[in-house]
């Protein structure tokens, strides 16, 4: 089996730990590397968790690479709402890890390296704000050019935002939406948006989440005891199901055909704006007569998703 070469850019972060343990769990995929950015929590603590996951998943071999501290311009606002101060709810008891384990080499520098080495080959999954991908860039202007493709979590169809000051922007693109900008703007491959609103009108029913919470596989017992604190969030919510953001956008760049409706369209990013900005603002009636930019993902074949999720927990031999 062919296997998609992926690098995986994050700020693990709760959801981030389920696109990762997804994507290690795919047999059709091949993770080369996982790069750092500050975000839901300091790219420190981004780092650690990645190598907690990446102990439970028994694949620490896997390169984790230290990226930006802050956004470009402005120094956004971690998500400890919902994500604890530490990214992963400040639980006590999660696997001691060695950061010395974490490479020297800078995540926007190792980026384009390992792009450089497999040109063409490389389907980046951006699953935090983009400020590592858009220095990658800086760094090397033919970054997107060597890409296969780029599936970001991220953005705005409907202007509705996730943020605790009521903005209307997608946190991601609203923690650094310099970044956000450059990408849309100047990565150069075909790109893959999964908005805020996407997430929202493709939710999940509460019973098959309770199952997966059930079992008691060690890695099934992390997932768990990760989500626990999230999901009192979505309780305060009321939302009618649960909402996967980061692992759906794995499941995109695995399997295109999960997405069951999309639409091509030019899109940019509001830089200024009192309430909006980071907004994805995209032309939906083509009034500016400019090519597409992204395709955005709107509706997600649910079935397929949590089939694909809830392999991550089938029993092997190994009970990983
Ligand atoms: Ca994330």
Redesign the pocket.
């Known amino acids: 089996m062919d296997k998609t070469k992926l690098i995986i850019d994050?700020?693990?972060?709760i959801?981030?730990a389920q696109?990762i343990m997804l994507a290690l769990a795919r047999p059709d995929a091949e993770v080369l590397a996982i790069t750092c950015v500050s975000?839901?929590t300091e790219v420190d603590h981004v780092c650690r968790n990645v190598l907690r996951i990446l102990t439970i998943c028994d694949h620490i071999e896997i390169p984790v690479y230290r990226g930006c501290t802050k956004a470009l311009v402005d120094h956004g606002k971690h998500a400890k709402f919902y994500h604890g101060l530490d990214g992963l709810c400040d639980l006590k008891g999660l696997p001691e890890v060695d950061m010395n384990l974490i490479q020297t080499e800078h995540a926007s520098c190792a980026m384009n390296r390992i792009v450089g080495e497999n040109q063409g080959k490389i389907t980046l999954i951006c699953?935090?704000p983009l400020t590592n991908v858009a220095v990658a860039l800086r760094l090397n202007p033919d970054f997107g050019k060597q890409l296969k493709k780029c599936v970001i979590?991220g953005g705005n169809t409907e202007g509705q935002g996730n943020i605790e000051d009521g903005s209307a922007a997608e946190f991601?693109f609203h923690f650094d939406p310099e970044a956000a900008y450059m990408v849309l703007h100047e990565l150069s491959c075909p790109i893959t948006t999964f908005s805020w609103e996407a997430v929202l009108q493709n939710q999940y029913p509460w019973d098959w989440l309770k199952r997966i919470l059930n079992i008691k596989t060690s890695k099934a017992i992390f997932h768990s005891t990760i989500l626990r604190t999230s999901l009192d969030k979505h309780n305060e919510w009321q939302f009618p199901g649960y909402s996967f953001?980061?692992p759906t956008v794995v499941a995109i760049a695995l399997k295109e055909t999960i997405v069951t409706k999309s639409r091509d369209v030019f899109a940019t990013v509001e830089l200024q704006g009192r309430l909006s900005r980071g907004q994805m603002v995209s032309d939906s009636r083509n009034l500016q007569k400019t090519p597409p930019n992204v395709k955005q993902a709107l509706e997600i074949d649910r079935d397929l998703m949590m089939e694909m999720f809830s392999s991550v927990f089938e029993e092997r031999s190994d009970s990983k």
Do not use: L, S
């Open positions: 994050c700020d693990a972060g959801d981030d696109a975000g839901n699953i935090g979590m991601n953001c980061d």
